[in-house]
């Protein structure tokens, strides 16, 4: 196999062949057919988490089964399966028991604490793989779901944080995910004012497309006062800004796992029962259900594609906000 490896914190991944990985009991291995490159991919090469040892980056994996472990009934050979960042959870811990998967004390996580998909080949547990739509029941590719994986599911666990009752919703930060959960919300009515950064005409011009109302600059205020906001972009200024823009009871949703500091601002901002909470991982659960939502509308999922050699201009031009949409690695 051939795989794009972090050897060391903050230095570009190299390219390494290795031996094809076996799959052991409870385990599949797939070969890769495309993985998409997600912010968090940016924060562990760029120390931004801990450096757990070398690794092979990427959590949001569509690959077809080639080898399974012994005890696995699903998925079998020859099935498009997902992987995404939850690897695993052990169970019998607190949250596990609770239905709470993502905050598991003893989690592993794809592409960080085991190797993830900038490869050709990934060994998953069967347990934590994830369905995909049938390939009869959705026109989206293996490059085009890919982005469903994380940028979706995280999406979309923001978006219910966001509350049922939200008719005005902003998200902040037009990338992989917003594109995604702004086709959503406004399937379901919900009104979206998209934030990007200002004078990114491109990402507004996407937005208005994908069904937002209002798109303009982040530091611009919306049209009318929203019911909540989900921040994607990993800023912390705009905390502040989104309970500006929020009524009373709104909810501030932050999306991402790293965000730069949070700055001091007046407590009249959160008064008001403002909230303001993070959403961190995601379930099995999160995962049934947004495949299921999304093979019941038309998605358009926009991707750029890189070979998978390419990985570090793929990250570097995430990095940099030259992207619309998702980047997708293809071995
Ligand atoms: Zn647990
Ligand atoms: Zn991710």
């Known amino acids: 196999m051939r795989a794009m490896v972090l050897e060391h914190p903050r230095t570009p991944l190299v390219e390494r062949e290795r031996p094809d990985p076996l799959p052991a009991a409870g385990e599949v291995r797939l070969r890769v057919l495309a993985c998409a490159v997600c912010r968090t991919d940016l924060h562990v090469v760029d120390g931004d988490l801990p450096f757990r040892g070398p690794v092979v980056p990427g959590h949001e994996v569509v690959g077809v089964v080639d080898a399974v472990g012994p005890g696995v009934d699903w998925p079998a050979p020859g099935q498009r399966v997902g992987v995404a960042w939850l690897g695993g959870a052990c169970g019998h811990c607190p949250f596990c028991r609770a239905a709470r998967e993502n905050l598991c004390d003893e989690p592993e996580f794809t592409g960080y604490t085991r190797d993830g998909g900038f490869a050709t080949h990934v060994v998953a547990r069967a347990a934590f793989c994830v369905a995909l739509p049938a390939q009869e029941a959705t026109p989206l590719d293996a490059v085009h779901l890919a982005p469903l994986l994380c940028a979706g599911l995280i999406g979309w666990r923001a978006l219910r944080m966001a509350g049922d009752d939200a008719r005005d919703l902003g998200l902040y930060g037009f990338g992989a995910a917003a594109h995604l959960v702004a086709q959503v919300a406004a399937r379901r009515g919900i009104r979206v004012c998209?934030?990007?950064?200002?004078?990114?005409?491109?990402?507004?011009?996407?937005?208005?497309?994908?069904?937002?109302?209002?798109?303009?600059?982040?530091?611009?205020?919306?049209?009318?006062?929203?019911?909540?906001?989900?921040?994607?972009?990993?800023?912390?200024?705009?905390?502040?800004?989104?309970?500006?823009?929020?009524?009373?009871?709104?909810?501030?949703?932050?999306?991402?796992?790293?965000?730069?500091?949070?700055?001091?601002?007046?407590?009249?901002?959160?008064?008001?029962?403002?909230?303001?909470?993070?959403?961190?991982?995601?379930?099995?659960r999160d995962a049934r259900e947004f495949m299921a939502v999304a093979a019941a509308m038309p998605l358009e999922v926009t991707a750029t594609t890189y070979p998978l050699a390419r990985a570090n201009e793929a990250m570097d031009d995430l990095r940099a906000g030259r992207l619309t949409g998702a980047a997708v690695l293809v071995p």
């Open 194 to 284: 998209a934030f990007t950064r200002p004078g990114d005409a491109a990402a507004q011009a996407l937005a208005r497309a994908l069904g937002a109302g209002w798109a303009g600059g982040s530091d611009e205020a919306p049209p009318t006062l929203l019911d909540a906001a989900l921040i994607f972009a990993p800023v912390g200024d705009l905390v502040p800004r989104a309970l500006a823009a929020v009524r009373k009871g709104g909810r501030v949703v932050c999306g991402g796992i790293h965000m730069s500091e949070i700055p001091a601002f007046p407590y009249a901002l959160l008064w008001g029962e403002r909230a303001i909470v993070s959403v961190a991982n995601l379930t099995r």
